[in-house]
């Protein structure tokens, strides 16, 4: 079981740069696959980027080329460099974690955080 904590949430004009962290505390984090979600008010969570235990990764093609998720296994974390930020990247940011490398569905992922805000203003 993890308990995941992200940070790294604010305001940023557009075109700035974010690097939100997850903390996870727990065992066997290095076996977890581990994403990043995000959600508007009023609308579905949806993926972002994911990495498994070797650091394996995939995008949402609205993160490919702005977006790097990380994650170092020996301090439990998990990071997302978001930069050249744009005002529809403004949302609820979520981290979370689950047994499988497969895609980017929320329902493949089984324990989450409280989430960090994003506000991007243009």
């Known amino acids: 079981q993890l308990h995941l904590v992200e940070t790294g949430g604010g305001s940023v004009e557009a075109g700035g740069s974010l690097t939100l962290s997850c903390a996870a505390f727990?065992?066997?984090?290095?076996?977890?696959?581990m994403g990043w979600f995000r959600q508007i008010q009023g609308k579905e969570r949806e993926g972002v980027a994911i990495i498994d235990g070797d650091s394996n990764t995939d995008y949402a093609d609205s993160a490919s080329g702005r977006f790097t998720i990380s994650r170092d296994n020996a301090k439990n974390a998990l990071y997302l460099q978001m930069n050249s930020l744009k005002p529809e990247d403004t949302a609820m940011y979520y981290c979370?974690?689950?047994?499988?490398?497969?895609?980017?569905?929320?329902?493949?992922?089984?324990?989450w955080g409280q989430g960090t805000q994003v506000t991007v203003s243009s």
């Open positions: 979370a974690a689950g047994p499988f490398y497969s895609g980017l569905a929320a329902s493949d992922f089984n324990y």
């Open positions: 727990g065992d066997l984090y290095s076996s977890y696959s």
